[in-house]
């Protein structure tokens, strides 16, 4: 899949590629969205999803997740976005949602979101904006 990533990483959406017990103790561990899912959680949500992983090309080592919920015609979420500490700092993460972005593009869906409480500028670097018309919108939250 051609993208736009770091010389050295490279991106997959085969869901085979995954290494799932690293992801899940990824999110589950020290992503404040999805701290103490459950795997069985977890895993039926990957199952249900379209899935990116990033990789150092050097050694194959997954470094960077993402999932979307979509159904490839209108509507996308992207979510669970996560690249390990050691791998911060490079443009990953901005690399990855840009690289989300263009694999949607052909299906022409009308909107992506997203919802990050600390990464809005990571975000914005890939065309990401704040919801236009915030109003219209709504939701119910099981916390």
Request: hydrophobic share 45%.
């Amino acid at each position: 899949m051609e993208n736009d990533l770091p010389a050295g990483y490279e991106l997959s959406t085969d869901p085979a590629r995954l290494d799932a017990d690293l992801v899940h103790r990824w999110l589950s561990e020290d992503a404040y969205w999805a701290l103490g899912r459950p795997r069985e959680k977890h895993d039926l949500a990957v199952a249900g999803s379209l899935n990116f992983g990033v990789y150092a090309e050097s050694s194959g080592a997954q470094v960077g997740y993402a999932r979307v919920v979509t159904d490839r015609a209108t509507f996308a979420w992207l979510c669970d976005v996560y690249i390990a500490p050691e791998a911060r700092g490079r443009g990953l993460g901005t690399a990855l949602a840009a690289a989300v972005r263009d694999h949607l593009a052909p299906f022409g869906v009308r909107r992506v979101l997203l919802a990050t409480a600390d990464a809005h500028q990571v975000y914005a670097k890939a065309g990401f904006v704040a919801l236009p018309k915030p109003d219209w919108w709504m939701a119910i939250v099981n916390e």
